[in-house]
T-cell receptor
Framework: DTAVSQTPKYLVTQMGNDKSIKCEQN?????MYWYKQDSKKFLKIMFS???????INETVPNRFSPKSPDKAHLNLHINSLELGDSAVYFC?????????????FGPGTRLTVT | EDQVTQSPEALRLQEGESSSLNCSYT??????LFWYRQDPGKGPEFLFT???AGEEKEKERLKATLTKKESFLHITAPKPEDSATYLC?????????FGAGTTVTVRA
């Protein structure tokens, strides 16, 4: 049983396109996150949702929009993709709201923008 | 500004050769200090949370400790399967800051 799953695993697209990444967790957690890991391996938090409500929104371009249809799903939609958006995007979930609880990460989606 | 710095960037060990990884942090109002393990092509895997200075936690060959300014991850008698990137992260109520990680390679 996969605890946190993401689709797709790989995404190759051209500049200017719009794409979505889906995330689902079956852990019964209330909080979900999106992270970006760049080529230098730094993990940066982008968004956090608690019970479908946005609670953390780091400085991220408006082209990125998270959507949480229910507390088990958190999708990431990206408009007008740019070369700098190329990275690995990780979804995660935790039992606790905020940032003090242990998080469970998905396998990542490698986005390549050409 | 909240910051987490890990050293060294890379560590090559012989099997059985114990060593320590360092994580120094400046996170105001620290709520928790986390250690994660990341294998190539995979998401980070949770290892430990430390909440207060003096706290220690152990799991198999790994032991994490916390002071007011640093955390250490000690690897005792490592095996090749301990090869991975180890990430440290500090959180307060507003932000979770990750370090760049230490990539550990254990040779048989």
């Amino acid at each position: 049983d996969t605890a946190v799953s993401q689709t797709p695993k790989y995404l190759v697209t051209q500049m200017g396109n719009d794409k979505s990444i889906k995330c689902e967790q079956n852990l019964g957690h209330d909080t979900m996150y999106w992270y970006k890991q760049d080529s230098k391996k730094f993990l940066k938090i982008m968004f956090s949702y608690n019970n479908k409500e946005l609670i953390i929104n780091e400085t991220v371009p408006n082209r990125f929009s998270p959507k949480s249809p229910d507390k088990a799903h958190l999708n990431l939609h990206i408009n007008s993709l740019e070369l700098g958006d190329s990275a690995v995007y990780f979804c995660a979930s935790s039992q606790e709201a905020g940032l003090a609880g242990e998080q469970y990460f998905g396998p990542g989606t490698r986005l390549t923008v050409t | 500004e909240d910051q987490v710095t890990q050293s060294p960037e890379a560590l090559r060990l012989q099997e059985g050769e114990s060593s320590s990884l360092n994580c120094s942090y400046t996170v105001s109002g620290l709520r928790g200090l986390f250690w994660y393990r990341q294998d190539p092509g995979k998401g980070p895997e949770f290892l430990f949370t430390l909440y207060s200075a003096g706290e220690e936690k152990e799991k198999e060959r790994l032991k994490a400790t916390l002071t007011k300014k640093e955390s250490f991850l000690h690897i005792t008698a490592p095996k090749p399967e301990d090869s991975a990137t180890y990430l440290c992260a500090g959180s307060n109520d507003y932000k979770l800051s990750f370090g760049a990680g230490t990539t550990v390679t254990v040779r048989a």
